[in-house]
Each structure stands twice: as structure tokens, then as C-alpha cells.
Nanobody
Framework: QVQLVESGGGLVQAGGSLRLSCVVSGRTSSFYRMAWFRQAPGKEREFVAGVSGSGGMSSYADSVKGRFTFSRDNAKNTAYLQMNSLKPEDTAVYYC????????????WGQGTQVTVSS
């Protein structure tokens, strides 16, 4: 099975930056799409950013657009989420997710990494 492991979370002041990493193991293809989701206390999990298998296309939630950048290095089997200008409302557990071409929903999930932004 495909396994995803996130890292890079931590505590940062508002306006600061963090870089999250997601290491992928198991069988995937060049069309394996990946995404970041987050879940804040008392709220449902929400989409943050997504990237195509090649890394050529990306999408972002309006709340993070212009501040976050999603990239991937397939040679290293790793995806990254660069988070700049962080806000307290960005505080959440961030999850890496993936799905192959033809699969409707994200089925592969990491365990999550905590991001806390102080004011």
C-alpha cells in the first residue's frame, strides 16, 4: 500500500514561515495526485492545496492563495508545502493525501503534522 508521512510542523509566530514535507512510499505513478488538507479544532477537514502528478498544475484554497506554495520532487518521492505569511487561523493539523489517476477520492492519508501560529 501507499504510505504518506508528513513532517515540518511546529510553532511559529504570525507572519512567519514553515515548510511541510510529505514522503511517499509504495507504488505510485507519474499521475499520482497529491493534496494537503487541514483540520482545526472543532472544524471539519478542509482542502488547502493540490498538485498534479507532474507538479505542473496546482490549486489552492482561497484562504491560502498567494501565501502557500505546493511543489513536489518525484525523484525524492517528496511533496512540499511552503507556508509564508502565516496567520493564527492557519493553526491546524495538516494532512498529506494522495490518489492515483481514475480514483474519485483521496484514499491515501498521512498521520498529520501540527502547525500552530501564535499572535
Amino acid at each position: 500500500q501507499v504510505q504518506l508521512v508528513e513532517s515540518g510542523g511546529g510553532l511559529v509566530q504570525a507572519g512567519g514561515s514553515l515548510r511541510l514535507s510529505c514522503v511517499v512510499s509504495g507504488r505510485t505513478s507519474s499521475f499520482y495526485r497529491m493534496a494537503w488538507f487541514r483540520q482545526a479544532p472543532g472544524k471539519e477537514r478542509e482542502f488547502v492545496a493540490g498538485v498534479s502528478g507532474s507538479g505542473g498544475m496546482s490549486s489552492y484554497a482561497d484562504s491560502v492563495k498567494g501565501r502557500f506554495t505546493f511543489s513536489r520532487d518525484n525523484a525524492k518521492n517528496t511533496a512540499y508545502l511552503q507556508m509564508n505569511s502565516l496567520k493564527p487561523e492557519d493553526t491546524a493539523v495538516y494532512y498529506c493525501a494522495g490518489r492515483p489517476l481514475g480514483v474519485k477520492e483521496f484514499k491515501d492519508w498521512g498521520q498529520g503534522t501540527q502547525v500552530t501560529v501564535s499572535s
